[in-house]
């Protein structure tokens, strides 16, 4: 191995050190408004759920039944899989191109660009599929690259299953390796043979309760995904400013440009016949690429959804980097050294930032555009919800507590601990439609709860016999106030306004 031990010992203290940070920080907070909505989901177990696969809730059911209902134990799951991750990139990194300085600085780059390392404070169904997709490309490399035994498709089998369990996008695994064993000649043997297939049948039958699931409930999780979400899609220089926006935002601007370089040397590499940057190249750009163009085709994308194909895009751009600077042209590479580093210190500033804005608000941003808002505020509602619907019970009068969004509904169920029944009676899809009867909620008192976002009264959007607001609960952050709740008790429920 071209190494030098401090390279080794800084891989470990990068990873443990960002884990301790995260350790540290990630039960300072409230949850966000997904992570309440997954914690929701791990109340109900089931095979799977509307928006998502049931990994997110199975991992933090487990979470909290070991440490119980708070945020801590909620993200510890991220914390480990976080962990895990930046092992298996060390990992790969050592197997394709025995270098630790390679692995050391695709390391550092995955914990400071924004979408990784801001993003692993949250418990999201991405990052137990992320564990999978990098550890489908190590699998892969071994069987590949290092000509491995067969079973290994067996184990790939088993990484698309569970990395399907968690997030869909995993299918995106599929054609990238049927890229690489096409693009490469030595690996076209593998067309011939059964192993590849038994694959796929490993992962089907691990993925099979989300199937299940869908069959039993008339498929809505496909349908949303694959139909109802993309109706009347096409190409807008809007949605295509959001995804270009977006990434610079997520990935930051310098790292955006290195990456897509990096893609786009390693691509030219590969091409050349160097297997390890085919490697790289097939787990990265064929995922860039789609989910560049979807989010260019739909206004319901959002910016994480590329992030898969920046993990493999990492390794290829920092072995370029260093290779090029150590061992071929030094002086041509020396600026992309000077490039690298002002976007690892951009990187490193923002994420600093970040973190001290989360508890110290010191960025002039307005309330409703401040994400770190959500965080806020759900403790005081939850107790005010809690003790309303206690003394409503006391006097005999059945309560339930509703609000008009399912982000409002999950804070609230977690701000009570789910000792409150919650609804979420609304217009749009959620998964609350699969346990909410609403007419079993006809004639009962409800504990409404609206926000600065959710601004509506309870009687614009339903009918009830009477309606009172009886707290507000005004939330600040840096001495101003930033967020407002009102909880109102309206008197007999009559159903969703038409």
Same mark, same amino acid.
């Given at each position: ?10 891989? &470990?203290?990068?990873? =443990? !050190? @960002?884990? *301790? ?8 907070? $409230? %949850? /966000? ?23 997110v ?7 909290t ?32 191109f ?5 692995a ?25 599929? &992320?564990?999978?997709? =990098? !550890? @489908?490309? *190590? ?8 000509? $491995? %035994? /067969? ?54 039958l ?37 995804l ?11 790292? *955006? ?8 040397r $390693?691509? /030219? ?8 940057y ?14 560049y ?39 041509r ?68 507590a ?30 609350f ?8 909620l006809?004639?009962?008192t ?7 976002r ?22 600040f ?16 429920y ?5």
């Amino acid at each position: 191995m071209r190494t030098d031990d401090r390279y080794v010992t800084g891989c &470990a203290w990068l990873i =443990l !050190g @960002f884990g *301790l940070f995260r350790m540290v920080v990630m039960g300072l907070t $409230g %949850p /966000g408004d997904s992570e309440s909505y997954y914690w929701a989901w791990s109340q109900r177990l089931d095979l799977a759920y509307y928006d998502h696969p049931p990994m997110v809730a199975w991992l933090i059911k487990l979470s909290t039944d070991l440490g119980g209902d708070t945020t801590f134990f909620l993200r510890l799951p991220s914390l480990i899989l976080f962990m895990l991750m930046g092992w298996l990139i060390y990992r790969l990194s050592i197997d394709l191109f025995d270098d630790a300085r390679i692995a050391f600085y695709s390391l550092l780059t995955f914990n400071l660009i924004p979408i990784f390392g801001i993003g692993a404070l949250q418990m999201t169904p991405d990052i137990p599929s &992320a564990i999978c997709y =990098l !550890g @489908f490309v *190590l699998v892969i490399n071994r069987l590949l690259v290092n000509d $491995g %035994p /067969g079973w290994l498709w067996l184990i790939l089998g088993v990484l698309l299953g569970i990395g399907a369990l968690g997030k869909y996008f995993a299918i995106l695994l599929v054609p990238s390796a049927v890229l690489l064993v096409a693009l490469v000649p030595e690996y076209q043997k593998w067309f011939k043979r059964p192993e590849p297939y038994l694959m796929g049948v490993v992962a089907l039958l691990i993925f099979s309760p989300v199937f299940i699931w869908n069959i039993e409930n008339d498929w809505p999780s496909f349908r949303f995904h694959l139909m109802d979400r993309h109706q009347g899609t096409a190409f807008g220089w809007k949605n295509f400013g959001q995804l270009v926006g977006g990434q610079l935002l997520y990935v930051s601007p310098i790292y *955006l440009g290195l990456l897509l370089w990096g893609v786009y040397r $390693g691509a /030219g590499r590969a091409v050349e016949g160097e297997r390890r940057y085919a490697l790289l190249t097939a787990f990265s750009l064929p995922t860039l690429l789609f989910f560049y163009i979807a989010c260019a085709w739909t206004n319901e994308s959002e910016p994480h959804w590329p992030a898969f194909g920046y993990l493999t895009a990492i390794v290829t751009t920092v072995s370029l980097l260093v290779e090029g600077y150590y061992r071929f042209e030094p002086k041509r590479f020396a600026r992309f050294q000077k490039t690298a580093v002002a976007a690892t210190l951009l990187a490193g500033f923002t994420f600093l930032l970040f973190y001290i804005h989360v508890f110290y608000p010191i960025l002039p941003i307005k309330p409703k555009y401040d994400i770190v808002n959500e965080l806020k505020g759900w403790d005081e509602v939850g107790n005010v919800v809690k003790a309303e619907y206690e003394k409503l019970e006391k006097n005999g009068v059945e309560s339930f507590a509703l609000a008009q969004h399912w982000v409002m509904c999950s804070q609230i169920m977690f701000a009570t601990k789910d000792t409150v029944p919650v609804s979420c009676i609304n217009g749009r899809a959620d998964q609350f439609d699969f346990w909410d009867d609403e007419q079993s909620l006809m004639g009962k008192t409800a504990i409404f709860v609206s926000d600065t976002r959710f601004k509506e009264p309870p009687d614009t959007l339903y009918t009830f016999t009477e309606t009172e607001a009886i707290k507000e609960i005004p939330i600040f952050r840096g001495g101003k106030e930033v967020r407002r709740f009102i909880v109102w008790r309206a008197d007999g429920y009559g159903g969703l306004r038409k």
